[in-house]
Protein backbone atom coordinates (compact mmCIF):
# COMPACT_ATOMS: atom_id res chain seq x y z
CA UNK A 1 0.00 0.00 0.00
CA UNK A 2 1.23 3.49 -0.65
CA UNK A 3 1.59 5.64 2.29
CA UNK A 4 -0.26 8.48 1.26
CA UNK A 5 -3.14 6.33 0.94
CA UNK A 6 -3.33 6.59 4.56
CA UNK A 7 -4.52 10.23 3.85
CA UNK A 8 -8.54 10.39 5.27
CA UNK A 9 -9.30 13.69 3.06
CA UNK A 10 -8.38 11.28 -0.09
CA UNK A 11 -11.22 8.71 0.69
CA UNK A 12 -13.48 11.22 1.50
CA UNK A 13 -13.47 13.07 -1.42
CA UNK A 14 -13.22 9.97 -3.98
CA UNK A 15 -16.92 8.92 -1.92
CA UNK A 16 -18.29 11.83 -2.56
CA UNK A 17 -19.06 10.40 -6.59
CA UNK A 18 -21.88 8.46 -5.10
CA UNK A 19 -23.81 11.52 -4.86
CA UNK A 20 -23.06 11.53 -8.85
CA UNK A 21 -26.58 9.73 -9.87
CA UNK A 22 -28.90 11.64 -7.63
CA UNK A 23 -27.20 14.96 -9.03
CA UNK A 24 -28.30 13.92 -12.16
CA UNK A 25 -31.51 13.12 -11.72
CA UNK A 26 -31.89 16.30 -10.03
CA UNK A 27 -30.83 17.50 -13.84
CA UNK A 28 -33.27 15.76 -15.24
CA UNK A 29 -36.28 16.82 -13.17
CA UNK A 30 -35.12 20.39 -13.97
CA UNK A 31 -35.32 19.98 -17.70
CA UNK A 32 -38.37 17.90 -17.61
CA UNK A 33 -40.20 21.30 -16.50
CA UNK A 34 -42.56 22.69 -19.47
CA UNK A 35 -41.97 22.55 -22.72
CA UNK A 36 -38.87 24.40 -24.67
CA UNK A 37 -39.11 27.89 -24.95
CA UNK A 38 -36.18 28.41 -26.56
CA UNK A 39 -33.88 26.12 -29.34
CA UNK A 40 -32.53 23.31 -27.91
CA UNK A 41 -29.20 24.22 -27.97
CA UNK A 42 -29.59 27.35 -26.96
CA UNK A 43 -31.35 25.81 -23.30
CA UNK A 44 -28.41 23.50 -23.42
CA UNK A 45 -26.02 25.82 -23.66
CA UNK A 46 -27.53 27.71 -20.52
CA UNK A 47 -27.60 24.63 -18.87
CA UNK A 48 -23.62 23.85 -19.77
CA UNK A 49 -22.14 27.16 -18.88
CA UNK A 50 -23.93 27.20 -15.37
CA UNK A 51 -22.58 23.62 -14.54
CA UNK A 52 -20.02 23.08 -17.29
CA UNK A 53 -18.12 25.73 -17.31
CA UNK A 54 -17.08 27.11 -13.81
CA UNK A 55 -16.39 23.80 -12.69
CA UNK A 56 -13.89 22.68 -15.34
CA UNK A 57 -12.36 26.69 -15.43
CA UNK A 58 -11.40 25.77 -11.07
CA UNK A 59 -9.70 22.02 -11.92
CA UNK A 60 -7.84 24.18 -14.69
CA UNK A 61 -6.45 27.39 -13.09
CA UNK A 62 -7.28 26.98 -8.95
CA UNK A 63 -7.91 23.23 -8.47
CA UNK A 64 -10.32 22.14 -5.40
CA UNK A 65 -8.07 22.09 -2.05
CA UNK A 66 -9.27 18.61 -0.99
CA UNK A 67 -8.46 19.58 2.38
CA UNK A 68 -11.78 20.66 3.55
CA UNK A 69 -14.92 19.25 3.56
CA UNK A 70 -18.90 21.22 2.91
CA UNK A 71 -17.93 24.66 4.23
CA UNK A 72 -14.69 24.09 6.23
CA UNK A 73 -11.19 24.28 4.59
CA UNK A 74 -7.77 23.38 6.48
CA UNK A 75 -5.52 26.29 6.84
CA UNK A 76 -2.76 26.11 4.43
CA UNK A 77 -0.13 26.39 7.77
CA UNK A 78 -1.72 23.66 9.17
CA UNK A 79 -1.19 21.15 6.40
CA UNK A 80 1.49 18.76 6.83
CA UNK A 81 4.31 17.77 4.50
CA UNK A 82 2.70 14.55 2.96
CA UNK A 83 -0.67 16.83 2.00
CA UNK A 84 1.61 19.77 0.73
CA UNK A 85 3.32 16.80 -1.82
CA UNK A 86 -0.26 15.56 -2.57
CA UNK A 87 -1.15 19.35 -3.42
CA UNK A 88 1.04 19.42 -6.34
CA UNK A 89 -0.19 16.16 -7.57
CA UNK A 90 -3.21 17.93 -8.21
CA UNK A 91 -1.13 20.42 -10.40
CA UNK A 92 -0.53 18.30 -12.61
CA UNK A 93 -1.16 18.26 -16.89
CA UNK A 94 -2.17 14.68 -16.68
CA UNK A 95 -5.16 16.15 -14.24
CA UNK A 96 -5.98 18.93 -16.29
CA UNK A 97 -6.54 16.27 -19.36
CA UNK A 98 -8.74 14.27 -16.66
CA UNK A 99 -10.77 17.54 -16.31
CA UNK A 100 -11.36 18.64 -20.09
CA UNK A 101 -12.00 14.77 -20.15
CA UNK A 102 -14.77 14.77 -18.16
CA UNK A 103 -16.44 17.77 -19.06
CA UNK A 104 -16.62 16.22 -22.68
CA UNK A 105 -18.42 13.53 -21.13
CA UNK A 106 -20.52 15.09 -18.89
CA UNK A 107 -22.23 17.60 -21.90
CA UNK A 108 -22.86 13.80 -23.60
CA UNK A 109 -24.53 13.07 -20.82
CA UNK A 110 -26.59 16.38 -20.49
CA UNK A 111 -27.44 15.41 -24.28
CA UNK A 112 -28.73 12.19 -23.40
CA UNK A 113 -30.65 13.53 -20.40
CA UNK A 114 -32.00 16.51 -22.18
CA UNK A 115 -33.46 14.14 -25.11
CA UNK A 116 -35.13 11.63 -22.06
CA UNK A 117 -36.49 14.58 -20.10
CA UNK A 118 -39.89 14.61 -21.38
CA UNK A 119 -41.00 11.24 -19.45
CA UNK A 120 -40.06 12.65 -16.19
CA UNK A 121 -42.92 15.74 -16.82
CA UNK A 122 -45.11 14.07 -14.44
CA UNK A 123 -43.03 14.31 -11.40
CA UNK A 124 -41.20 17.89 -12.39
CA UNK A 125 -40.65 20.37 -9.55
CA UNK A 126 -42.86 23.36 -11.22
CA UNK A 127 -45.57 23.65 -13.50
CA UNK A 128 -45.34 23.80 -17.28
CA UNK A 129 -44.95 27.54 -17.43
CA UNK A 130 -41.80 27.60 -15.43
CA UNK A 131 -39.65 26.39 -17.61
CA UNK A 132 -37.06 29.48 -16.93
CA UNK A 133 -36.83 28.37 -13.45
CA UNK A 134 -36.63 24.73 -14.67
CA UNK A 135 -33.35 25.39 -16.56
CA UNK A 136 -31.97 27.28 -13.99
CA UNK A 137 -32.58 23.98 -11.55
CA UNK A 138 -30.79 21.91 -14.40
CA UNK A 139 -28.13 24.29 -14.20
CA UNK A 140 -27.38 24.12 -10.41
CA UNK A 141 -27.85 20.51 -10.06
CA UNK A 142 -25.50 20.37 -13.31
CA UNK A 143 -22.89 22.01 -11.76
CA UNK A 144 -22.82 19.84 -8.37
CA UNK A 145 -22.89 16.55 -10.70
CA UNK A 146 -19.67 18.09 -12.13
CA UNK A 147 -17.99 18.85 -8.78
CA UNK A 148 -19.09 15.53 -8.10
CA UNK A 149 -17.90 13.79 -10.84
CA UNK A 150 -14.32 16.11 -11.78
CA UNK A 151 -13.23 16.45 -8.04
CA UNK A 152 -13.17 12.12 -7.39
CA UNK A 153 -11.38 11.61 -10.67
CA UNK A 154 -9.04 14.09 -9.56
CA UNK A 155 -8.50 12.43 -6.74
CA UNK A 156 -8.78 8.87 -8.30
CA UNK A 157 -5.31 10.38 -10.56
CA UNK A 158 -3.53 10.94 -7.45
CA UNK A 159 -4.12 7.69 -5.51
CA UNK A 160 -2.68 6.08 -8.93
CA UNK A 161 0.59 7.79 -8.54
CA UNK A 162 3.43 5.64 -7.56
CA UNK A 163 5.06 5.86 -4.23
CA UNK A 164 8.13 7.40 -5.66
CA UNK A 165 6.64 9.84 -7.79
CA UNK A 166 4.90 10.84 -4.81
CA UNK A 167 8.51 10.70 -2.99
CA UNK A 168 9.55 13.16 -5.98
CA UNK A 169 7.03 15.74 -5.57
CA UNK A 170 8.04 18.79 -4.05
CA UNK A 171 5.78 19.68 -1.22
CA UNK A 172 3.60 22.90 -2.19
CA UNK A 173 4.94 26.25 -0.64
CA UNK A 174 2.40 27.14 1.85
CA UNK A 175 2.12 30.39 0.72
CA UNK A 176 0.85 29.59 -3.14
CA UNK A 177 -2.04 27.61 -1.84
CA UNK A 178 -4.62 30.11 -1.77
CA UNK A 179 -3.88 31.77 -4.66
CA UNK A 180 -3.64 28.42 -6.76
CA UNK A 181 -6.30 26.33 -5.19
CA UNK A 182 -9.76 27.06 -4.01
CA UNK A 183 -10.23 27.00 -0.94
CA UNK A 184 -14.60 26.97 0.06
CA UNK A 185 -15.62 28.14 2.98
CA UNK A 186 -14.26 28.95 6.54
CA UNK A 187 -10.67 28.44 6.90
CA UNK A 188 -9.87 26.03 10.32
CA UNK A 189 -7.31 24.19 12.11
CA UNK A 190 -8.47 20.88 12.00
CA UNK A 191 -11.68 19.50 10.16
CA UNK A 192 -10.96 15.78 11.75
CA UNK A 193 -10.42 14.74 14.77
CA UNK A 194 -7.25 12.58 13.71
CA UNK A 195 -5.80 10.65 10.84
CA UNK A 196 -5.47 7.52 10.10
CA UNK A 197 -1.71 7.68 9.92
CA UNK A 198 -1.71 9.49 13.38
CA UNK A 199 -4.35 6.84 14.68
CA UNK A 200 -1.79 3.88 13.29
CA UNK A 201 0.88 5.54 15.09
CA UNK A 202 -0.53 5.80 18.43
CA UNK A 203 -1.73 2.19 18.67
CA UNK A 204 1.35 1.01 18.33
CA UNK A 205 3.58 1.01 21.70
CA UNK A 206 7.13 1.78 20.67
CA UNK A 207 10.01 -0.12 21.03
CA UNK A 208 11.97 1.07 23.84
CA UNK A 209 8.75 1.60 26.04
CA UNK A 210 7.85 -2.25 25.84
CA UNK A 211 11.30 -3.11 27.34
CA UNK A 212 10.43 -0.62 29.89
CA UNK A 213 7.51 -1.85 30.69
CA UNK A 214 8.99 -5.09 30.49
Request: glycine fraction near 4%; hydrophobic fraction near 55%; proline fraction near 7%.
Amino acid sequence: MRSFWTEPFLWIHLAGIAALPLALELVWLGLAVGDPILPVWLELVLVIAIGTVPVLWMQLTRPFDIFSILVLAVKPEQLTTQQLRLLSLFKTKTNQVVAVGAAFFMVWVLWTIYRDAPVAAAVAPFGSGWRIAGLLWAGVAFLISNLFLQVPLSVAQVLLTSESEFSAAEPYRVEKVPQDFTLPGVRVNQILPFSISESATSTTPSPTLSSEQK
